[in-house]
């Protein structure tokens, strides 16, 4: 049974940093590549951030271009989003997305 649990959400002020954290299991991580989404109050899920399979590749959306940075540690099985220079149009609930399947998300809030 594919499991994705997400974490390291929180309070953090404009221009401050957060790591996200997306535990897998029940799949071979190595075998699938893997997103961030994020959905904000009233706003439709959107897509952050991609990456392949192995981990070399990478795309991200236009709004988090150069400040975000998305990484998977296949021997740990984890997904991460570094994301830096975070501004209150990011908060969110942020989702990791794999292997067809959701994490029940963690709520990022910055504040002004």
């Known amino acids: 049974q594919v499991r994705l649990v997400e974490s390291g959400g929180g309070l953090v002020q404009a221009g401050g940093s957060l790591t996200l954290t997306c535990a897998a299991s029940?799949?071979?991580?190595?075998?699938?590549?893997m997103r961030w989404y994020r959905q904000s109050p009233g706003k439709e899920r959107e897509w952050v951030a991609t990456?392949?399979?192995?981990?070399?590749?990478?795309d991200y959306a236009a709004s988090v271009q150069d400040r975000f940075r998305i990484r998977k540690d296949i021997a740990k099985e984890v997904l991460y989003l570094h994301m830096n220079s975070l501004e209150p149009e990011d908060t969110a609930v942020y989702y990791c997305?794999?292997?067809?399947?959701w994490g029940p998300g963690t709520q990022v809030t910055v504040s002004p």
């Open positions: 990456i392949n399979a192995d981990g070399r590749l990478r």
């Open positions: 029940g799949f071979t991580f190595s075998d699938y590549g």
């Open positions: 997305y794999g292997r067809g399947s």
